[in-house]
């Protein structure tokens, strides 16, 4: 990467998405254009936030998953499944309601896709706990929607822009490192 | 009468790390070398690691370039000195969810997996918070509770409420409950099976990074040594000292068999050989007739 580049080369297979056929380059390009900057800048803040919905949905259904007793059906914890259901629909409006420059359409795209991932999982989830149908099949398809959400995420993050899944600043065993000088 | 032998395999360092991470208070005095290291624990039944790396494919580059991780390996050549692959893993105790120690968990796809629930449950709360507490956060990839979720589905992990006793035979995991994470385990080896047993191991985790949280100078509070707690307390650091409180009871106060996996001076204490790949190989026992792998 160059250091006006915010994404990922053109070349590389991160971006290789199902819906390659839209306008548009994935990834926004430049630190030049105000309108790209502009709306890298207000969807940073979603961008965490569904990174963090998707893995409190995930550890949601995986604490449902293992608890202790078992039987038929999903032991929700419906509290924290309400939260997460909440901060999806914010980040889903902020998504919505962004002004999208002809640079950012295809990331764009991906990003509404997350959001709507991450709302099936969430549904998908729902039913299971309400009982409408806890099979193998109803699982799968959680968890279908949830890799899927984690790709998009992986595909869309624009490290130079502050959007990035994890915040390697402050890992426990690579923080406070020399960085190298070369 | 020996069980398991315990190997504390390297499989990547960081030449130079601030000294202020690994020791509380350690501030403005320069870097240590810290390796990265997962532990291997062998019976004739069974093969069991402890922690399983970070996931190099997504973030060895990163990691390399911004951080100067070096010299990383995958677990097929750090186990292939064993003689293993890591297809023979049947075990894996969590024993924190941060990147660097849940990562790898692919890796090993016969492998049942142990993590304390309070871990998750509160990861999943942290998340759950505005940016402003996001430093509650650090060091956790969604990702990797995404691939938990997988392990779940598949029935392979479990999820630990608290102390539970013979996971594997004389194998226990204990809670650190908010010390360096949330719901941070060690894992404590009985090695001769005896309830009161006589020789017994524990695998600290990150609870301890170095010998140094063990036995620090302990001048400034007027003694000779003390406990001080490693860099980075999600909890606090009174649950870090505790914790080190009770690993070390229950080795009998035997400081140099809490085994901390961040530590080059395991050199000095075990047997060890640096492998083909330039990484170390210490050897903290032999189960009864098990042959060498240092010599
Ligand atoms: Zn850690």
């Known amino acids: 990467m160059t250091g006006t580049q915010r ?20 990834h926004p390009a430049t630190g030049t254009d105000p309108a790209t900057d502009r709306y890298l800048a207000t969807i940073a803040p979603a961008y965490g936030v569904l990174g963090r919905v998707m893995a409190q949905l995930s550890g949601i259904f995986l604490l449902a998953l293992t608890r ?41 795209a991906a990003l509404d896709n997350l959001a709507a991932q991450l709302a099936a999982a969430a549904r998908g989830i729902e039913r299971m706990a309400a009982r409408m149908s806890g099979d193998e099949h109803a699982r799968r398809d959680v968890l279908r929607h949830l890799a899927e959400a984690q790709r998009l995420l992986i595909a869309t993050a624009e490290p130079d822009a502050g959007i990035t899944p994890v915040d390697f600043d402050n890992a426990c065993c690579s923080c406070a490192v020399r960085k190298p000088t070369a | 009468m020996a069980d398991y032998s315990i190997h504390v395999l390297e499989y990547s360092y960081v030449p130079e790390y601030h000294k ?45 370039e911004k951080f100067g991780v070096e010299n990383w390996r995958s677990p097929k050549v750090v186990l292939a000195e064993m003689g293993l692959t890591p297809e023979d893993v049947d075990t894996i105790f969590v024993t924190h969810a941060h990147f660097d120690h849940f990562g790898n968990v692919e890796d090993f796809p016969n492998a049942t997996f142990y993590i304390q629930r309070e871990e998750i449950e509160k990861w999943v709360w942290a998340m ?44 226990d995991l204990h809670l650190a409950k908010d010390s360096h994470t949330f719901g941070s385990m060690w894992v404590t080896v009985r090695n001769d099976g005896k309830a ?60 140099h068999r809490v085994i901390p996996i961040h530590e080059e001076g395991l050199a000095d204490t075990f047997p060890c050989r640096i492998s083909d790949e330039g990484l170390r190989i210490s050897e903290i026992c032999l189960a009864d007739g098990a042959e060498s792998f240092v010599k």
Request: glycine content about 10%; charged content about 20%; aromatic content about 6%.
């Open chain 1, 7 to 26: 994404l990922h080369d053109a070349t590389c297979d991160v971006w290789d998405l199902p819906q390659a056929g839209a306008a548009g380059d994935l």
């Open chain 1, 68 to 108: 202790d007793g078992g039987g038929p059906g999903l032991h929700l914890d419906h509290g924290m499944y309400t939260i997460a259901r909440d901060q999806l629909a914010e980040a889903q409006d902020t998504v919505a309601s962004v002004t999208v420059p002809e640079t950012a359409r295809r990331h764009h």
């Open chain 2, 20 to 64: 202020s991470g690994v020791l509380y208070g350690a501030h403005n005095e320069g870097y240590v070398k810290l390796p990265y290291c997962y532990v291997l624990i062998r019976s004739a039944d069974h093969v069991a690691l402890v922690d399983v790396g970070y996931n190099h494919k997504d973030y060895g580059q990163h990691l390399a």
């Open chain 2, 128 to 171: 759950s918070l505005p940016d402003r507490l996001k430093w509650m956060m650090i060091a956790v990839d969604p990702s990797d509770v995404l691939r938990g979720v997988n392990l779940a589905a598949q029935g392979r992990l479990r999820t630990v409420e608290g102390s539970v006793e013979n996971v594997l035979p004389g194998i």
């Open chain 2, 196 to 255: 009161q047993s006589d020789d017994t191991w524990v695998l600290a985790g990150d609870l301890v990074y170095q010998f140094t949280n063990i036995k620090n100078d302990g001048s400034v509070v007027g003694v000779d040594e003390m406990y001080t707690p490693v860099g980075l307390a999600l909890g606090s650091q009174m649950n870090l000292l505790l914790a080190t409180e009770e690993m070390m009871k229950q080795t009998g106060y035997d400081a």
